[in-house]
């Protein structure tokens, strides 16, 4: 089954202990996203990666890195989180064609609070 | 990425036909109509896109207007699970930098009633 993992699904953690979230893709796809979710903004893109070893940055980058070594993982870190970084965590894959973009899919989330 | 609006709200009877508008006036013409759900704090989940024509798979119809303004997401037959945040988004579909990024705005909340 296609599909895109994260992993946590839920975690609470403390300011500045470092965490990373697991994101992974099973349909061979070249671009990866990460996005968060918070209440009245919406869904923000927070880094994207057009392929392994290509990374960039999106709307919302402070406090948080990630990494591409290899085409379906790209794992979020957030090396001192602090209690802002609170929410819901999306990865996601594209689906890409001939020069074009197609769907995207959707990990399940992850909800972190930082207290 | 053209802005889109949307009716914050709708209510629709479970059997019946859900018809979500969308307006995209300032939508250009290598922009693609895509639509996506998203049930309470899951993933979003793709549904339907389109270019000019009206398009169908097995969740949904997309009606685009002749002059791309405006389109409609059509459920034919709601069901309670239906209940969700509709999002219209447009955006190109060509492979530039950053095209892939998903600007969702506060979308359609769509309840089906039993």
């Known amino acids: 089954e296609a599909q895109v993992t994260q992993n946590p699904r839920y975690l609470i953690t403390v300011t500045g202990k470092k965490l990373t979230v697991t994101c992974s893709q099973n349909m061979n796809h070249e671009y990866m996203s990460w996005y968060r979710q918070d209440p009245g903004l919406g869904l923000r893109q927070i880094y994207y990666s057009m392929n392994v070893e290509v990374t960039d940055k999106g709307d919302v980058p402070e406090g948080y890195k990630v990494s591409r070594k290899e085409k379906r993982n790209f794992p979020l870190i957030l090396e001192s989180p602090s209690p802002n970084q609170t929410s819901l965590y999306f990865c996601?894959?594209?689906?890409?064609?001939?020069?074009?973009?197609?769907?995207?899919?959707f990990g399940p989330g992850t909800r972190l609070t930082v207290t | 990425d053209a802005k889109t609006t949307q009716p914050p709200s709708m209510d629709c009877a479970e059997g019946r036909a859900a018809n979500l508008p969308c307006n995209h006036s300032t939508i250009s013409g290598n922009e693609y109509v895509y639509w996506y759900r998203q049930i309470h704090s899951q993933g979003p989940q793709y549904i339907i896109h389109?270019?000019?024509n009206n398009e169908t798979n097995e969740m949904a119809s997309l009606i685009i207007t002749e002059d791309r303004k405006s389109s409609t997401l059509i459920l034919p037959h709601a069901t309670l699970r239906d209940t969700a945040v509709y999002y219209c988004i447009v955006r190109p579909r060509t492979l530039i930098q950053g095209a892939q990024k998903l600007v969702f705005g506060q979308g359609t909340r769509l309840t089906i009633n039993p």
């Open positions: 996601a894959s594209v689906k890409t064609s001939q020069g074009g973009l197609y769907e995207q899919y």
């Open positions: 389109g270019l000019k």
